[in-house]
Structure formats: structure tokens, C-alpha cells
């Protein structure tokens, strides 16, 4: 079993940055692929950026440039740096870990461990 915790969230205006944080248990953080998606009210769950095996990183289309998904294996925590915030930025943002690197990175059904969720507002 993986838990994840994360931090860091709140209330920026726009143009400006954040630091999510994301805290994995489990002796094996190395090995996990780790992901962050998003969501806005009335919205589904979105793709937002994944740090995958080999050390490679996808992001979706509206951050690339943007947001960067860095991860510390000796810290155990994977974060989401986000800059040039926009107000569209904002929603909940939720931390993910899977132990499978087959499939998609974007998608949400084939990750199998979730964090609680931290909010993101973006004031325009």
C-alpha cells in the first residue's frame, strides 16, 4: 500500500508561482511512476504532468512550459512547480503514484494510489 500526502497549495494571482508537494510512503519510490492530475469544478479529473521511468517527464498541452514535475528518490517526494499560473489553473490537484509502467502516463484509471487532494486558486 502507497500513501500519498500532499502540500502546498493556495491562493496565488496570476503570473505568479507554486510549489506542490507530494509525500510517497513505501520503501520503493524509485520504482513508482508518479503523476499529477487536476480538477475543476464540474469538470473531470485531468491529465496535468507524469514523471516516468528512465527519468522521463510528459506534460499536458495547457502547462508545457510552464510547469515542471521534479522528484526527490531519497526525499521520497515528487513535486509540481508551477509558474506563470493563469486562472484556468485553478482547481483541486491531486497527487498520484502507480507501480506499472505499461499503459498511458494521462490516464487516470490506470493509476492505483491517490493523494487527498490540495486546492490551487488562481486569482485573475
Known amino acids: 500500500q502507497v500513501q500519498l500526502v500532499e502540500s502546498g497549495g493556495g491562493l496565488v494571482q496570476a503570473g505568479g508561482s507554486l510549489r506542490l508537494s507530494c509525500a510517497a510512503s513505501?520503501?520503493?519510490?524509485?520504482?513508482?511512476?508518479m503523476g499529477w492530475f487536476r480538477q475543476a469544478p464540474g469538470k473531470e479529473r485531468e491529465f496535468v504532468a507524469a514523471s516516468w521511468s528512465g527519468g522521463s517527464t510528459y506534460y499536458a498541452d495547457s502547462v508545457k512550459g510552464r510547469f515542471t514535475i521534479p522528484r526527490d528518490n531519497v526525499k521520497n517526494t515528487v513535486y509540481l512547480q508551477m509558474n506563470s499560473l493563469k486562472p484556468e489553473d485553478t482547481a483541486v490537484y491531486y497527487c498520484?503514484?502507480?507501480?506499472?509502467?505499461?499503459?498511458?502516463?494521462?490516464?487516470?484509471?490506470?493509476?492505483?494510489?491517490w493523494g487527498q487532494g490540495t486546492q490551487v486558486t488562481v486569482s485573475s
Open positions: 498520484a503514484a502507480r507501480t506499472y509502467y505499461t499503459g498511458s502516463y494521462f490516464s487516470k484509471y490506470e493509476y492505483e494510489y
Open positions: 513505501g520503501r520503493t519510490f524509485s520504482s513508482y511512476a
